[in-house]
């Protein structure tokens, strides 16, 4: 048997430490609820806890500055798909007790499902990551901003590369180029007039994109141009 062990070690010797670390999940049944009536900004929502609404900042996510107003909305908009007119469970750091300038700072997570928000929007690449206020969950925090930095995910993105060639368009099957071409071609004609929104969001997508929720449905462009944006990520007004 140590003879097995050793044999498994030493085919995959980085195994152990390549875990991420465990997120330390709360007692849930101990911590308070609120409804989110409101997205006040990229990093800031309204809690309706009883009577009362309170004032949240998500600890763990860092202040985006003016030059990443996309950046901003990308965000803000995530945390309306995520939290709003959601029940959340608040779970407070130890080091962030006390409200700060009549605004509180806490995790939260989704009630029924237990989605660890904060650290879903550093994962997704929406925010970068910022110790401040924190004294837990830091280690997880720091490793999935790492990870989105390492995918390219959202704000860590490059500039796209060329489109793969789809299965339709096979090298064997696509025809010759013109080698006299009189006139560019109008990329326009490759634009879907059709693209999908979701209930409370503020952006468009092409069918199938990630950010897509169960309410999305597909609608006209021309329909929603004056009040949607293309998604950075599925690029629908791109050929």
Known sequence: ML???????????????????ALQRPDFTALQQGIVTRVLDEDTVLIRIGEKHERYDLLGLAPLTQ????????????????????TVLIQHDP??????ANRHHAY??????????????????????????MTIHTAVFSHY??????LERGIW???????????????????DPDPNPTTDPDPEQAIPERVFVTKYGT??????????????????????????KPCKTCKPDTP
Do not use: W
């Open 95 to 100: 080091g962030a007790q006390t409200a700060h």
């Open 203 to 228: 952006k468009y997508h092409r069918e199938g994109c990630t950010h897509l929720t169960p309410s999305a449905r597909p609608v006209q462009r021309d329909e929603i141009d004056a009040t949607h």
């Open 108 to 133: 939260f997570y989704r009630h029924p499902d237990h989605l660890p928000i904060n650290l879903e929007l550093i994962r997704q690449g929406y925010a970068r990551f910022s110790q401040t206020r």
């Open 67 to 86: 030059r990443e107003s996309a950046a901003k909305a990308d965000l803000a908009d995530a945390l309306r798909r995520i939290m709003l007119n959601e």
């Open 145 to 150: 901003e790492a990870r989105a930095r390492d």
């Open 157 to 175: 993105s490059s500039s796209p590369p060329e489109p793969p060639i789809s299965p339709d368009q096979s090298p064997r099957t696509a025809p």
């Open 3 to 21: 003879c097995c062990a050793i044999v498994a070690l030493a085919a995959n010797p980085t195994a152990p430490t390549d875990q991420p670390p």
